[in-house]
């Protein structure tokens, strides 16, 4: 296993349009977390699912946002009519539920035009 | 949620030790303090963790307080490869979340 893989590493995408990014978990983890981060800040929860099912999710995560987690594998995340505000790197992480360490993709770029 | 408090940014030189604080005054009976690291153009790594007592691994040591209210990150010898922004979180002990602050830009200088 290769760790926690995200695609893709960067989009450009005109405003308005929507996007969509995947995460591919460590394969028996059961818990995975997506994150915003905008340069010089720290990541910014948006939601986490364990399993399929989805947990929690951020205030921050908009109508326009929308995650998925099928068959508790992959995950997608989904934005919708982009703003220039949604511009930032989208982080996912995943663990195990007993253990507390959390592993990070290396993100994907989203930058709105 | 409970928060976390760390200096902006310090410096370092190269194989000294360095020691980054957290203050958690608000920390709950259930918080695990964790510290990640970000390197440049690259996702949160894993560092250290620990609940009371004291914890040392490859990468770190973390220094707990006795109250809990206050933690401390030590990489016994800098290398420039540790020049990173280091991050000190709480996570809850029942539901797994984990919030990240604003962390400390850390500087090796060689």
């Known amino acids: 296993d290769t760790g926690v893989s995200q695609n893709p590493r960067h989009k450009i995408t005109k405003r308005g349009q929507n996007v969509t990014f995947r995460c591919d978990p460590i394969s028996e983890h059961n818990r995975l977390y997506w994150y915003r981060q905008t340069l010089g800040q720290g990541p910014e929860f948006l939601t986490y699912?364990?399993?399929?099912?989805?947990?929690?999710k951020s205030r921050l995560l908009s109508d326009r946002f929308s995650a998925e987690r099928p068959k508790g594998s992959f995950s997608t995340l989904e934005i919708q009519r982009t703003e220039q505000g949604d511009s930032a790197m989208y982080l996912c992480?995943?663990?195990?539920?007993?253990?507390?360490?959390?592993?990070f993709g290396q993100g994907t770029r989203l930058t709105v035009v | 949620d409970a928060k976390t408090t760390q200096p902006n940014s310090m410096e370092s030189n190269e194989e000294e030790p360095v020691h980054l604080p957290c203050n958690h005054s608000t920390i709950s009976g259930t918080d695990y303090i964790h510290w990640y690291r970000q390197l440049p153009s690259q996702g949160p790594e894993y560092v250290i963790h620990?609940?009371?007592s004291n914890v040392n691994n490859r990468m770190a040591s973390l220094a707990i307080a006795e109250d809990r209210k206050s933690s401390t990150l030590i990489l016994h010898r800098a290398t420039l490869r540790d020049a990173a922004v280091y991050y000190c979180?709480?996570?809850?002990?029942?539901?797994?979340?984990?919030?990240f602050g604003a962390g400390t830009r850390l500087t090796v200088k060689p």
């Open positions: 699912f364990q399993n399929e099912a989805q947990l929690e």
């Open positions: 992480a995943s663990s195990l539920v007993w253990t507390t360490e959390a592993f």
């Open positions: 979180i709480l996570r809850d002990g029942h539901t797994n979340d984990m919030r």
């Open positions: 620990g609940l009371t």
